[in-house]
């Protein structure tokens, strides 16, 4: 039977858990640099040793228009492909290790839909928590699109 190793974090009201293996670092949220054209979900970029990483919004991703009010949000640092992507999260609680049989699949009514990014839902000492697959979060346009992230000419790092 595999084990999950998940963190569970917040984004907006929902609480949600995320595969520990591709997540490269947790920072402190600062504001990163803006850039111009993106879209609204992505807030900017930031250096995160040496590297030009953009930053994706969870909440304006996920939850459109939704107004975000966290004390002390994160920024997970994972690794998409050949590309590092900081994804701005709320409130980040622990981390925990499930079995398979603690995970459930999506139900059916979402199959297809726009939430392909639920991987499925997992029970964990009386919650209920959904397991999210960030690389679904993102199209594969805008993935491109994000590889291409650099720093202005002359532009002072953020």
Known sequence: ??????????????HFVLE??????ILRYAKPRA?????????????????????????ARLYPGTAESYPKPKVFIIRL????????VGNVFKL????DSQ????????AGMV????????????????YLDLEKTLTGKEKR????????EGGDQP
């Open 1 to 14: 039977m595999k084990t999950h190793h998940l963190i569970i974090f917040q984004i907006g009201t929902d």
């Open 20 to 25: 520990i293996d591709r997540m490269v670092q």
């Open 35 to 59: 850039i111009p054209n993106a879209p609204d979900f992505v807030e900017g970029i930031i250096i995160w040793e040496n590297l030009v990483i953009p930053v994706v919004n969870l909440q």
């Open 81 to 88: 492909d050949a590309l590092n992507i900081g994804f701005k």
């Open 96 to 99: 925990i290790a499930v079995e």
């Open 103 to 110: 995970v459930l699949p999506p139900p059916p009514a979402l």
């Open 115 to 130: 939430v392909d990014y639920i991987k499925g839902v997992v029970q964990y000492e009386g919650s209920v928590y959904l």
């Open 145 to 152: 699109a994000l590889q291409k992230v650099r720093l202005p």
